[in-house]
C-alpha cells in the first residue's frame, strides 16, 4: 500500500503564489511517477502536473504550462506543486496521485493511489 497526505492549501488571491506538499509513504518502491490531479467545482477530476520517478519527466496540462511546476526531492518521498500567477479558475480540490505502472499518464484511472484532497480557493 501507498499513502499520500497533501497539505498546503488556502485561500489566496489571484496572482498569487502557493506550494502544494505531497508526502509519500508506504511501498514507495513500486511508484513510477507521481502526479497532482484537481476537481473544480461541478466538473470531473482532471490531470495537472505529473512526474517521472526515474528520470524527472514532467508533464503538465496546457492551461497550467508556465504557471505551475511539479518537483519531488531526492528520496522521491515528497512531491510538491508549485503554483504561481494563480487565477480564479484555479480554484479546485487538488489531489496527489501515484502510479504504479511504467511510464507516465494524464488519466484519471491510470493513478493508482490518492491521497485526500486539499482545497484551494484563488479569489478575484
Known amino acids: 500500500q501507498v499513502q499520500l497526505v497533501e497539505s498546503g492549501g488556502g485561500l489566496v488571491q489571484a496572482g498569487d503564489s502557493l506550494r502544494l506538499s505531497c508526502a509519500v509513504s508506504g511501498r514507495t518502491w513500486f511508484i513510477y511517477s507521481l502526479g497532482w490531479f484537481r476537481q473544480r467545482p461541478g466538473k470531473e477530476r482532471e490531470f495537472v502536473a505529473a512526474?517521472?520517478?526515474?528520470?524527472?519527466?514532467?508533464e503538465y496540462v496546457d492551461s497550467v504550462k508556465g504557471r505551475f511546476t511539479i518537483s519531488t526531492n531526492g528520496a522521491r518521498d515528497t512531491v510538491w506543486l508549485q503554483m504561481d500567477t494563480v487565477k480564479p479558475d484555479d480554484t479546485a480540490v487538488y489531489y496527489c496521485?501515484?502510479?504504479?505502472?511504467?511510464?507516465?499518464?494524464?488519466?484519471?484511472?491510470?493513478?493508482?493511489?490518492w491521497g485526500q484532497g486539499t482545497q484551494v480557493t484563488v479569489s478575484s
Open positions: 512526474i517521472k520517478k526515474s528520470d524527472g519527466t514532467q
Open positions: 496521485s501515484a502510479r504504479t505502472r511504467s511510464g507516465i499518464s494524464t488519466l484519471v484511472n491510470e493513478y493508482d493511489y
